[in-house]
Every structure is written in C-alpha cells, then in structure tokens.
C-alpha cells in the first residue's frame, strides 16, 4: 500500500518533491530540534491522486488521514473537539516550488460553538477564544466554501463603526462573539447550510480545498510564469496551532536572514503582538521591526536569532521564517530559501562564497537566470508603484519599465522623440517598417501579438520594454486614439508599460536605470567556468552587438539583414527594386543598396573584433517593404516613372493569403538571384576591408541560406553565392574564409537533414518559424487561443516562449542526429526565441547544440542557464 501521509517526524528536506517545500522543511526542523508545531503532510502525490480520482479523496488516502489525526492527537496530548483539551490545526499548501501566495491556508480549525466556550473559560481569554472562532468562521468560509471575504469584511467594519473604534484589535470578546454569530447567519444565507461543527469535517473540506487551489487561476498563471509543471501537485501541511493573538504576550512575524531585496548581511523582518500570520500581510495594522522584538521579549528575541543562524547555516542559503510567540514560547512555523531580487541574489551568492560557506560552482546554481533581466533595463521606482493600480494585463514581451505619451505612428515616435518627448508607441501590430519609431520609444504597446511577434523580437533585441496581445484595447488608429478599461486614451495621453509583468498602468509612473553590482561579474566569470555552450547574439545593428559584447556574447549567431533596409533613405532603393519591370533595373536599385548593406556589415565585423558573424539573408516577404501611405505611394511612382494605379497594382499583386509560409527565405533568391549577389558582396567586401585593417583578427563570414526545405533549393542558392563570394575574393588578392550554411526552420529540413548537411557547413535552428511551422498555428494569432489551451490543460505554456521538447525538440534531435552523420565537423546553433530562455537553454545544451544565440540583454541569462545545465549534468 502506497504511503500517502507522513509525520514531521518522519521526512526530511530531502523529500521535497513528496512532501513539498514546506512540508521537507518542517519535517527538517523537527530533526533539528528546533521548536515546531507538531503535524502531518499528505504528499504532492495524493493531490495529483485527488485529480485522477475526479477530485476526490479516495478511501485509502482518507484512512491514512484518520490515522494520523490520531497520532497527531497523541503527539500533542490533545484532540479534536475534545471539552478538556481541543485541537486546532492549520492547513496549508505546500508546492515543491515555492509558490508565496498563489495557494490556499485556514487557520483555527477545530472550533465550534461549544470548543471556543471551552477555550475561553480554560485560557481565561474570552477575547482570544471568540476572535479565533470569527477568523476561523471567515477563513474557512472564504477559502473553502468560496463565499467571498468582502461579505465579512463588510460585517466587521460595520461593527467597528457601530463601536466606535478603528482596530480589530479594540473589539471585545463580546463584541467577537457577536461577530461569530454574524457570520455564521452570513454563511448560511449563502449556502443554506449550517456552519460546520465536526472538526473532521472541517479537516476534509478544507484539505480538498488546498488541493483545488493546486488549480486555481492565480496558481496556474504562477506555474506559467515560472515553468512549475502541473503534474507536480501541492502536499498539504496539518499542524498544530500555536496562537499569537492570546494577548500581549503573544504575537507573530515573518523574517529573513539577509535583506531580500539588497543582500546586505542582517535579519530583517516584521512581527504584530497580539494578532496571528495573515494580520501582518494584510496591512490592517502597522508593524514593528524584527529588531525591536529585543526590547519586547529580550529571550524570545535571543532564542529566535539563535535559531536564524542554525537554518542559515544548516541550508547554506538566506531563509525567510515565519514565527508565532504563543504566552511568551516561540514556534517555527516555517522556513524555506527566501525570494530575492536579482541584485540580492548576486550579493548573497559571492558573499555566501566569501564565507566559506559555498563553493563557486554552487553559487552559481543557486541563482534564477531569469531575474537577471531586471538588472538590465530600467525598472519603475518602488515606492510609487505601491500606489499604483494597472488597468490591463497582457504578454510581458520584453523587460523593463516605460513611460511616455501616446503616439500611434512610427513616424510621430520618431518626430515626437527628436524633440525630446519620452513616448510609448501604440499599435495593432509592428512591422519592420516600423522599426526606427520602435528605437525612438520608450516602451511599445501592441494589440496583437505573441511572445515571438515582431514587436516582441525587436523590442528584446533592442532591450525596450514591451507589452504585447493586448486585445481589451479597441484601438481606433485613423482617429489616433483607442479605449482601454472604460477610459478613451488619445495622442498625447501619458502611458506606463511594465514589460516584465505585462501590467499597463494609465498615467506617469516614475522610473528609475538598471545598475549592474560589482557581483554580477563574479558570477558570470564563474559561470563561463563551467558552461560547454557558447553565447552568441541576434544582432542586426553595431549598437546592438557592442551592448551584446559587453554583457559576454561571443559572436553573431543572427543577424537580420531586412532590418538594414529601413535604415535613411534606402528603403526607397530597395522600393524601386521591389517596383522593378527587369533584372537590369533590379541590379541598378541594388546597386545603390550594396555599399551601405557592406558598410553595415563592416560595423558589425569590427564590433565582433575576429568573433563569428552568422547573416541571414533576406527572409521577409516583400509586401512588408512596400509603402501603405499615399505620399510614400506617390513618391515611389515618381521615381520609378510610373503612375500611382501601376504602383498601387504591384502592391496588390504581392499580398499573400499566408505571408508566413509564402514566398520569402531562399525562394526570393531563387525568384530573384540579383538579391543574393548583392548580399553576398556585401557580405564578402565588408569581410574582406575588415581583415586588411586587423591582420591579427580571423574574420570568417558565415552566410545563412533561410527557410530551406530541400537540399536542391539550398545548392541553387549556394552556387549563387560561391561563385559570386570566390570572384571577389580572388578580385582582393587576399586569403578568407566563409561558410555556407541554412536556417532550419521548417519540418522537412529536420527529416531531411542529412541530404541539406552535403551542402550546409552548419545548421542554425530558427525555432521561432520551427515552433509554427510544427504546430500549425501562427504565433501573432495564438494568442487568440491559448489562454483556453491553459484552462483545459491542453498546454501548460506558450510553446513560442518555451521550447517543445517533445515535438519541436525531436525534430531538432532528429536534425542534429542527421546532419552530424554526413558532417560530423558541422556546428549547430540556436537563434529564435528561445535561445535566452533557461529551460530551452537546458535542452540545447542535453542534445550537443554547440551555441544558443539570443537577443543582447538575454545574453547573461544564457550563460547562467548554460553553465547550471552543465553543472546539472555534471
């Protein structure tokens, strides 16, 4: 028979995955000696039990519950709704993740009408007895039966009013009791039912209750967020109470070994006399510091310091305690690793280290690579977001915090930012026509759109915050205005974005740069110890890939050459070769195109200093280059010697039905060689003026063919660009190498991969268009419906933010696995989206990817994550 309850007595921390964060830990201290409120865990096992059984507990899980109510009763030497000497448990959650908040907890539970008249005439506190039989009443009320709290809140402010006063803590017993009463005439009308009496009863409903919580909406968002797997399930915690509202000898607090949010070296925490765990969260009542416990209860103060330091150095990490003083005797009633901002994380984790008390490698580990983000990009100031309340939610597409007024055009952000103006630039959608606008604003704001649209790529390469997909917004771009959360917001209004939440916020928010702590270096240096992969970027501009340098990038794995043709006026060249009747006038357009295209390269090259540059070629499909306003339309017609209908025609003829599986990638150079020529000279020129001025570099050009799907598509395209790269090599008199290689980035390429490998001298998974392409739907329009995928389970995550390991990455296994058979020298890399998230970093680094490549700001995230799957495997 399988063991689906434990004593604290009988775990330990090693048991988390059973028995929970919470549940280990409790089960740790006990082992240690340390004073803990005496109970059972029901493991994360039997809550997933719960959900296959149809939420229910099964006969078998229930019979190990009595059984240890039993035992509990005899640890205690006390028993539910005894006359004599009753217990009261609390029930609490307790994921193997720590998950603050996002589950459920009832306090007090064991009362009923005539144990809370025992506890009052035994303790001699009538006052305690009544305000625990209300608190239980109201919890359990709530939580269990989910009538709601407002119900209750509005009672108890009511008879504060009606008495007089402003605090819980000024009701009198009397005046509790009544409330009780109150209540359970409240919970009644509600459910037309009878408040519970049956301690037991009250155990199940509300154990169930914590195992529903496993799956409510504020949970499953959570687990989202921090890659939690649904399966894992909750442990639910059965544990003694030790009450610290029985007076003012009696209080509770929640402390933390270190500062959370600085590192520094010192207890800091709150504690409340006189009130029990949930008052001192709840901001009804002030209060006091952890230090001034020393002045209250000197030996409970010296007690518990002790204690701080025993966990501290038992756990080798900062912990974060929660306490409660029943009649002046102190109970631990849990203690984990604390939650840290990034910058703590770092100071905590060298200082660790500097003690003796962890070794390099270890603190390494212990670091969340995503929280290094918001070292990296400005964040809004503390203080004023505590008064702050968003309107709307949407994707955190890309970090970082933003306020300005409202453009709705890329030409205004632009125009509006020359003058000086902070503005957040607001649309249906982004294109790469609207990339100078997006680098002109502080945060951008788009309506559609995923994890992987346009705006979220851009905005991450560029490190301006973004939010994405929020479709609340009516948007009304002709009027320049749009509706969101009942308020119309016109040009002009001021917007604040926070692109690490998603939450949009109306009106100015201050904000406050990123600053980098003198660790930060630390752990990176260690980290670059440890990791086999290597760290390269997606980079289309020198800024880009100077700031990609900076934070450790090792190459270019990604550079997106249609981003360079928005730059100035060459949009229009690249307009008239669009418009272009023959391949004569084509050649001349890109003729005027060619020394730029090779100037930016140059810059890119000497950004990189002798470090490995990977261009893609042109990959979009040409309508996203053609303009849409009639001066621009009118213009192009003008200098191509055309009516405005001609060109209007031409237009039309490149709309595509399927933009995305359309005739873009590879299939322009095979449409259109001239293109290819051109990049290729570029390419090689730019390579070539680069290696005379630094004899001492090995610049190496690596020219990704795109969007291949067949091994003669991609030899069609190469011997263009062999023939074409050799005639200018053998033009310059000097030796350089290059290479040819290919985007994978659709199904067949992967099936195919060792045919492609004949003729590809590396593979770059493009796992953006992969993720698509595999799944069968658009990441711009997922988001449509993949918060319905969430709801029923069908998805845990966004399979855009985080890597398919089970389809896209067999695929990419299958690829590597393939191609390494023809060319086992070949090197194969990682340049979508997921190239900077830690999970998906994990994985490259399992299948033998040689590099990821990511956006410059998720360059620190890559090498952290890169270094812990070494040491994982290690």
Not at 22 to 41: H, I, S, Y
């Amino acid at each position: 028979m399988a063991k689906w309850v434990y004593l604290f007595s009988e775990g330990n921390a090693s048991m988390k995955n059973l028995l929970g964060g919470k549940g280990a830990n409790l089960a740790e201290m006990t082992n240690l000696g340390l004073p803990v409120p005496q109970g059972f865990t029901i493991t994360t096992e039997a809550c997933t039990q719960y959900y296959e059984d149809g939420k229910k507990i099964n006969d078998e899980i229930m019979g190990q519950i009595m059984e240890h109510i039993t035992k509990m009763e005899e640890i205690t030497g006390k028993k539910f709704g005894d006359k004599e000497n009753p217990l009261l448990v609390s029930v609490r959650s307790g994921a193997r993740a720590s998950m603050p908040g996002m589950m459920d907890t009832i306090l007090n539970l064991g009362l009923n009408e005539e144990v809370v008249e025992v506890l009052a005439a035994k303790s001699g506190n009538p006052r305690w007895a009544w305000d625990c039989y209300r608190r239980f009443i109201q919890m359990f009320s709530d939580v269990v039966m989910e009538v709601g709290k407002k119900y209750f809140e509005e009672l108890i402010d009511k008879m504060k009013e009606e008495k007089g006063v402003t605090q819980d803590v000024d009701l009198t017993a009397d005046d509790l009791k009544e409330l009780a009463n109150q209540f359970k005439a409240e919970y009644k009308k509600m459910l037309g039912q009878d408040f519970p009496v049956d301690p037991k009863e009250q155990l199940m409903e509300a154990i169930k209750a914590v195992f529903r919580s496993w799956d409510n909406p504020r949970a499953n968002v959570y687990r989202r967020d921090n890659d939690i797997p649904y399966s894992w399930g909750t442990a639910v915690n059965v544990q003694m109470m030790a009450f610290g509202n029985m007076g003012d000898t009696s209080g509770t607090g929640v402390a933390f070994t270190r500062d959370p949010a600085t590192g520094e070296k010192h207890l800091m925490g709150e504690f409340l006399m006189n009130a029990q765990g949930e008052d001192v969260v709840a901001g009804v009542r002030t209060p006091q510091k952890i230090d001034q416990l020393k002045e209250v209860m000197p030996e409970v103060y010296e007690q518990f310091v002790g204690i701080c330091h025993t966990l501290e150095d038992h756990y080798r990490d900062m912990q974060d305690m929660e306490f409660t003083i029943e009649d002046k005797k102190l109970y631990m009633l849990q203690t984990r690793n604390g939650k840290r901002t990034a910058k703590a994380a770092l100071k905590i984790a060298c200082d660790l280290v500097d003690e003796g008390m962890i070794t390099e490698d270890k603190a390494v580990a212990m670091i969340e690579p995503r929280n290094l983000d918001t070292l990296l990009h400005p964040q809004f100031d503390t203080e004023t977001l505590k008064t702050a309340e968003p309107m709307a939610k949407a994707l955190a597409a890309s970090p970082g915090a933003a306020c300005g007024k409202i453009v709705f055009t890329a030409e205004d952000a632009k125009e509006w930012a020359a003058r000086g103006e902070k503005v957040v630039l607001v649309r249906l959608e982004t294109s790469p026509e609207d990339i100078e606008g997006m680098k002109a604003a502080q945060g951008i704001l788009t309506v559609r759109g995923g994890m992987t649209s346009h705006a979220a790529v851009v905005a991450r390469g560029m490190g301006t915050c973004c939010v994405s997909g929020c479709s609340e917004i009516a948007m009304d771009e002709a009027n320049k205005k749009f509706t969101l959360a009942g308020k119309e917001f016109h040009e002009g209004d001021w917007l604040s974005l926070d692109g690490s939440t998603g939450k949009i916020y109306d009106g100015q928010i201050k904000t406050m740069d990123a600053v980098i702590a003198g660790e930060f270096g630390r752990i990176m240096g260690w980290a670059d110890k440890y990791r086999r992969l290597k760290v390269r970027t997606n980079a289309d501009t020198p800024a880009d890939a100077r700031k990609a340098r900076e934070l450790g990038a090792e190459g270019i794995g990604l550079c997106r050459t249609e981003h360079m043709f928005f730059e100035g006026d060459r949009i229009d060249a690249f307009r008239e070769m669009i418009c272009s009747d023959t391949v004569e006038e084509r050649e001349a357009a890109l003729e005027k195109i060619l020394p730029v295209q090779q100037g930016d390269f140059e810059a890119l090259y000497e950004a990189l200093e002798g470090n490995p540059v990977t261009i893609r070629f042109l990959d979009p499909p040409l309508h996203e280059f053609v303009p849409t306003d009639e001066e621009d339309i009118k213009k192009l017609a003008d200098s191509q010697g055309k009516t405005v209908e001609q060109i209007k025609t031409i237009i039309a003829s490149l709309h595509e039905f399927n933009p995305m599986m359309g005739h873009r990638g590879c299939r322009l150079a095979v449409t259109y060689p001239e293109i290819a020529k051109m990049q290729t000279k570029a390419v090689i020129r730019a390579a070539i003026n680069v290696q005379k001025q630094h004899a001492d570099w090995k610049v190496c050009p690596e020219i990704m063919i795109p969007l291949i799907c067949d091994d003669k598509e991609l030899k069609f395209v190469k011997n263009i660009v062999v023939e074409t790269a050799d005639a200018e090599i053998a033009a310059s008199g000097i030796e350089l190498e290059y290479e040819v290689g290919t985007m994978i980035e659709i199904p067949r390429a992967c099936i195919t991969a060792d045919e492609i490998a004949k003729d590809a001298q590396f593979f770059c998974f493009g796992t953006n268009d992969l993720t698509q392409m595999t799944y069968g739907f658009s990441r711009d329009d997922a988001g449509k419906f993949l918060n319905a995928y969430y709801d029923t389970k069908i998805f845990e995550n966004d399979p855009f933010a985080k890597l398919d390991q089970d389809g896209v990455g067999k695929l990419m296994e299958m690829a590597i696995k393939l191609g390494k058979g023809v060319r086992p020298d070949m090197h194969v890399g990682i340049c979508g989206e997921h190239g900077g998230d830690p999970t998906s970093v994990e994985f490259c680094h399992k299948i033998g990817l040689d590099y990821v490549s990511c956006s410059p700001f998720r360059v620190p995230i890559a090498r952290l994550a890169a270094a812990q799957a070494a040491l994982a495997e290690r």
